[in-house]
């Protein structure tokens, strides 16, 4: 009976994983077996946590508590087993290992509580703060260094007065604030989207591959946001207005040299 353990263990870890801090944005990249896997080693620890919680449990609470004409009973197995007996178990011996296998169950679950419980404090020992929003910049942080342009999107986002320049598959390029990158699922990470406040966008010539801008945002007075498919851009760079200034100094007749009053 008690080998069937493995099921709960498993949904635990599995369950550990969405709610655990850290791995919960990690949980994307963890594919086909490496899932299996690693929901197996976050069950276990939960049961590792929760089997000497119940022998403690089992051996150090004490039966019942009183309180002056009330009795609360506190001898969990021994009531499952009862009531696994009264609903027809074939013994003693089967009904108590059916108690044990629900007591662990239900302890392997929340156990799965107290990793991410322990997960907020490992992020604290490490950055000195208990604000999930911070922590959870710091984290996504690290996980998107691996990629040049998760790492250049990501950081772009958090400075206000910073703005990137996107070229698109189809030459069209944006210069605007990056919003979001999206939050992570359980296939898809935080870059498969990207949100931006555009400043301008134009196109690059075929020739030249110049940029020529056509269209300023800032001349409608509302907050327009575009959602981008992070796999259509081909190139990112963070957009310098002085550089812009100096390579663009002649601005077209009828442009309106946009750049210089939003910088």
């Given at each position: 009976m008690l080998l069937f353990l493995i099921f709960p263990v498993l949904v635990a870890g599995f369950f550990a994983c969405h709610i655990h801090p850290i791995h919960s944005y990690k949980l994307h990249r963890y594919e086909g077996q490496y899932l299996y896997l690693k929901s197996a080693e976050l069950g276990i620890k939960c049961f590792a946590i929760a089997l000497p919680t119940a022998i403690v449990a089992h051996y150090w609470v004490p039966d019942?508590?009183?309180?002056?004409?009330?009795?609360?009973?506190?001898?969990?197995?021994?009531?499952?087993?009862?009531?696994?007996?009264?609903?027809?178990?074939?013994?003693?011996?089967?009904?108590?290992?059916?108690?044990?296998?629900?007591?662990?169950?239900?302890?392997?679950?929340?156990?799965a509580f107290v990793t991410k419980a322990w997960g907020h404090i490992s992020l604290y020992r490490r950055f000195g703060t208990w604000s999930s929003k911070i922590t959870k910049?710091?984290?996504?942080?690290?996980?998107?260094?691996?990629?040049?342009?998760?790492?250049?999107?990501?950081?772009?986002?958090?400075?206000?007065d910073k703005y990137a320049m996107l070229t698109m598959r189809d030459r069209k390029v944006y210069v605007g604030k990056v919003i979001d990158l999206g939050?992570?699922?359980?296939?898809?990470?935080?870059?498969?989207?990207?949100?931006?406040?555009?400043l301008m966008s134009?196109?690059?010539d075929t020739d030249t591959l110049k940029v020529e801008f056509q269209t300023f945002y800032d001349e409608i007075e509302s907050d327009i946001y575009l959602s981008l498919r992070q796999d259509a851009i081909i190139s990112a760079t963070e957009f310098n207005f002085e550089a812009y200034r100096k390579?663009?100094?002649k601005v077209k007749d009828g442009q309106r040299d946009t750049v210089d009053t939003m910088a």
């Open positions: 019942s508590i009183s309180f002056h004409y009330f009795s609360i009973n506190l001898y969990l197995s021994a009531q499952l087993t009862d009531a696994m007996n009264s609903m027809g178990a074939t013994d003693n011996s089967e009904a108590a290992k059916l108690a044990w296998f629900f007591i662990l169950s239900a302890l392997t679950f929340l156990a910049l710091y984290v996504i942080g690290e996980i998107l260094s691996d990629s040049p342009l998760d790492d250049l999107l990501f950081k772009l986002s958090l400075h206000k939050e992570p699922t359980e296939t898809n990470g935080m870059d498969q989207d990207i949100s931006i406040m555009p134009g196109y690059r390579w663009n100094a």
